[in-house]
């Protein structure tokens, strides 16, 4: 993490810079696609060492293109996953489409995994560390045979999907909840004002000291975690949980909202430090 450190700064920076212009010229400020800009920059720079958002070439175009449909399919409704002979059918075309996209994504990726391997080898900098050279350097040894390509191309896909979606929905929530309870905005730019004031921009380094911050952040998670339903489980036996008996194979899609207890629909700022003095803020939406 560290040593991708100067390319969280990079692109948050340039994300400011380009609302601030936005904003003095009079101009409508997309704040979605700024977020989603900001966190699929960064994890592009992190994983491939190269922002594939940043420009309009074929490559780059066909990347974010494949990236929208990968959100996209990620998220709908698919009554295969409940009706196996529905699945069969693939009433809807989500499996052709996955699978598409899929192959798509691979052969990109498998370009670049090669592009890696080409490039002439030299003295290793932080600033030049990234995700694949990472993986590539793990392939060459003996504690990490089994590591193949496939793997290494599966890693970096889930990494560029997982990484990017997650963050910048939660962003949008945080700034979402900040926006409808202006006392929350207040308190945590006094609290910026005393921790860093205003002749610096705020640092990786000040978060330890940014408690209130932190328990916006961490409301924002228990009330809006980013992926509702966990990853699908299923029972390998029978078995008897609280009184219910379930089937073997029965699948199960825990729900993160219910795990977090986010039953309680206000937003309490405070809760996760401890404070003592604990704000409740009235629900909203």
Not at 58 to 66: C, D, G, R, V
Not at 90 to 98: N, P
Not at 112 to 133: L, P
Not at 247 to 276: D, I, Y
């Amino acid at each position: 993490m560290e040593a991708s450190k100067h390319i969280r700064i990079e692109e948050a920076y340039s994300m400011v810079k380009s609302i601030r212009v936005n904003c003095e010229g009079r101009k409508v400020v997309d704040v979605h696609s700024q977020i989603y800009g900001l966190t699929r920059s960064i994890i592009a720079r992190m994983v491939l060492n190269r922002n594939y958002f940043a420009s309009n070439s074929k490559e780059a175009l066909e990347f974010k293109e494949i990236g929208t449909e990968y959100s996209h399919l990620l998220g709908v409704i698919n009554l295969g996953d409940f009706i196996p002979y529905v699945g069969l059918l693939d009433i809807w075309g989500y499996k052709r489409r996955m699978m598409a996209a899929r192959k798509r994504m691979d052969s990109i990726i498998e370009k670049i995994i090669q592009e890696h391997q080409e490039k002439t080898t030299g003295v290793s900098t932080d600033a030049s560390i990234n995700f694949v050279d990472v993986l590539l350097s793990l392939k060459n040894n003996k504690d990490y045979q089994h590591l193949s390509m496939d793997s290494i191309k599966a890693l970096v896909i889930d990494m560029l999907a997982a990484g990017t979606e997650s963050s910048a929905v939660t962003i949008e929530w945080a700034l979402s909840e900040i926006l409808l309870n202006p006392w929350v905005q207040e308190k945590a730019q006094q609290e910026l004002d005393h921790v860093v004031g205003r002749e610096r921009k705020v640092e990786e380094a000040d978060l330890p000291q940014l408690k209130y911050l932190q328990s916006i952040v961490k409301e924002t998670f228990r009330l809006h975690p980013p992926g509702p339903v966990l990853v699908p489980h299923e029972s390998t036996q029978a078995v008897q949980v609280t009184g219910y008996d379930i089937p073997a194979k029965t699948r199960l899609l825990p729900s993160a909202g219910e795990c977090m207890g986010n039953w309680a629909r206000s937003f309490k700022v405070g809760k996760s430090t401890g404070s003592q003095s604990r704000e409740v803020l009235k629900w909203q939406h």
